[in-house]
């Protein structure tokens, strides 16, 4: 039975490539309004993960809902309520700021009014007004990551999955995404990210930590902090690795 204050709901869930097991029986849920946090070193299987919980790629067997919906047999349905932005950089280099925004939200289905005041309350809030007629491959790398995201809530879904989303930015430009993941939530968009920063793990209101295609821990950042008596979640998840 639905949990309706689950927005994701996973029940064994495996994923093979051959005999090779990328996730191997995970089991967790996600509420409405929180921010998940799926952790874990490059190969940890959380990329694969998340690709079926997007509705990008096949379960091998499991019982999985997004949304309501399920991933079987509703891909469809999933994908029209979630954002996602990519581990690789997801906005298309050779249009402008302005063009990448209208292109999006096109694609998401919004009509051209809506696209006009929701791209000029956009850009004012980055403040990126001023570069709106540039090409994305002529701004920083912060600027993306900042307007990638922007971009994939865009149309205010449910949920926006963000697999490694502050990868090879600099740490004022970290703290200022999590900023924006954190407004997100107060506007009731649920977020799910991955990442192989253990401090952004303090961000999260809930962590998993996956060990080789495993989910090892799964907490708030303080339980777990106390149940493995480390001082930050780093030690917690090299405690985990060398287990």
Not at 105 to 123: D, F, K, P, T, V
Request: glycine content about 8%.
């Amino acid at each position: 039975m639905v949990d309706h204050e689950h927005i994701i709901e996973v029940k064994e869930m495996v994923k093979k490539f051959g005999s090779f097991r990328a996730n191997d029986r995970l089991t967790f849920y996600v509420e409405k309004g929180e921010i998940f946090g799926f952790l874990g070193a490059n190969g940890a299987g959380k990329t694969t993960a998340i690709r079926i919980l997007c509705g990008l790629s096949y379960p091998t067997s499991g019982e999985i809902m997004v949304a309501g919906h399920d991933v079987y047999r509703e891909r469809e349905k999933i994908k029209r309520k979630i954002g996602y932005m990519s581990q690789k950089f997801s906005l298309y280099e050779d249009l402008t700021v302005s063009e990448n925004i209208r292109l999006y939200a096109g694609i998401y289905g919004l009509g051209r009014n809506q696209i006009a005041s929701r791209e000029e309350q956009l850009l004012e809030r980055l403040a990126l007004s001023h570069i709106r007629n540039r090409l994305i491959r002529e701004i920083p790398l912060g600027w993306k990551q900042k307007l990638a995201f922007s971009v994939a809530i865009f149309h205010q879904p449910a949920i926006v999955f963000l697999d490694e989303p502050t990868g090879g930015v600099d740490p004022i430009t970290r703290r200022q995404f999590w900023e924006m993941i954190h407004d997100a939530t107060e506007e009731g968009i649920t977020v799910f990210v991955t990442t192989h920063y253990m401090d952004e793990a303090e961000y999260c209101d809930r962590v998993s930590i996956m060990v080789d295609g495993r989910i090892d821990a799964l907490d708030t950042p303080a339980a777990l902090k106390q149940q493995f008596e480390s001082k930050n979640m780093n030690e917690v998840f090299l405690k985990l690795a060398r287990r």
